[in-house]
């Protein structure tokens, strides 16, 4: 079964840091491009950061740039967003998803079930 | 700069046909989209790519009841036999030099 599987959310005070997973199985994942998105409370999805299939290019939304770092590790399938200096605004579901492309840049093919954050003193 | 407009919401009666519209800011009547499909309480589905040409792949397991078209820098969402459990949040998303996700239209099926 295709699966993405999210953790490491939680609630944490304002300038502090967490760092989410996301566990991939079902698929190649090393052929994937992965990226996470982001979801406030009642709000849409916005785009957080994306990285391609071997870590080489990586993108970011102009609100997390410079405090979120992406990475992956393809030997354990899994994919990663550290966040550091977190600011309420931050307080979402975090959803990691695949790209079959390879790159971050197309269509989401599989999405997780998401990870709540909650930054708040 | 590359926005996506989304209606924020729409009903339809159980068994009729849906369209929903998704609008590329001027400019980009070329761009390629992704709709998402959101449940309550869920997380995001994917539904389908859609060309500019009108062509479109749906996503694994997504029934034909699902279908896209194009006009212009419109992009179309048609679900044809509603069911409810096709109440739900509809996003469309395309991408650039980084990703853009519409506002996203609210589905009631009545």
């Known amino acids: 079964e295709v699966q993405l599987v999210e953790s490491g959310g939680g609630v944490v005070r304002p300038g502090g840091s967490l760092r989410l997973s996301c566990a991939a199985s079902g698929f190649t994942f090393d052929e994937y491009g992965m990226t996470w998105v982001r979801q406030a409370p009642g709000k849409g999805l916005e785009w957080v950061s994306g990285?391609?299939?071997?870590?080489?290019?990586?993108g970011y939304g102009d609100s997390v740039k410079g405090r979120f770092t992406i990475s992956r590790d393809n030997a354990r399938s899994s994919l990663y967003l550290q966040m550091n200096n977190l600011r309420a605004e931050d307080t979402a579901f975090y959803y990691c998803a695949a790209l079959r492309s390879g790159n971050y840049l197309y269509a989401f093919d599989i999405w997780g079930q998401g990870t709540m954050v909650t930054v708040s003193s | 700069q590359l926005v996506l407009t989304q209606s924020p919401s729409v009903s339809a009666s159980l068994g009729a046909s849906v369209k929903l519209t998704c609008t590329l800011s001027?400019?980009?009547?070329?761009?390629?989209i992704a709709w998402h499909q959101q449940q309550p309480e869920r997380g995001p589905r994917y539904l389908m790519t859609l060309n500019s040409d009108g062509s479109h792949t749906l996503g694994d397991g997504i029934p034909d009841r699902f279908s896209g078209s194009s006009s212009g820098t419109e992009r179309y969402l048609t679900i044809s036999s509603l069911r409810s459990e096709d109440e739900a949040d509809y996003y469309c998303q395309t991408w650039r030099t980084g990703v853009v996700f519409g506002g996203g239209t609210k589905l009631t099926v009545l």
């Open positions: 001027s400019g980009h009547s070329t761009y390629t």
């Open positions: 990285i391609n299939w071997n870590g080489a290019s990586t």
